[in-house]
């Protein structure tokens, strides 16, 4: 992958953070595993809304999901997901 590739990946990937509808599923998503239904009922938002942005989430490898008979549950993909939240929470934090 040459660096231009590089560059416009990583825009792409921070562009996903600028909805705060799915910062607000990734936050669940740090503190529990969830399905659609829950994090529907915890964020006051409706099952359509929080399955596109967990579709949107998944796309851009940022939420993983497992099947446990009908249902389906999402949690981060990875540590780097919480890293990321994390850092640009504590970033917000700091005092100018």
Do not use: P
């Amino acid at each position: 992958m040459n660096k231009e590739d590089t560059w416009s990946d990583l825009a792409d990937l921070f562009k996903v953070f600028a909805d705060s509808s799915r910062v607000k599923i990734l936050y669940k998503l740090l503190e529990e595993e969830s399905c659609v239904n829950d994090l529907a009922d915890s964020l006051s938002m409706t099952q359509s809304a929080v399955s596109h942005q967990l579709k949107i989430l998944k796309m851009s490898k940022l939420v993983r999901s497992r099947r446990d008979g009908k249902q389906i549950f999402y949690s981060l993909a990875d540590d780097h997901v919480s890293t990321i939240l994390s850092m640009g929470r504590e970033h917000l934090e700091e005092e100018a």
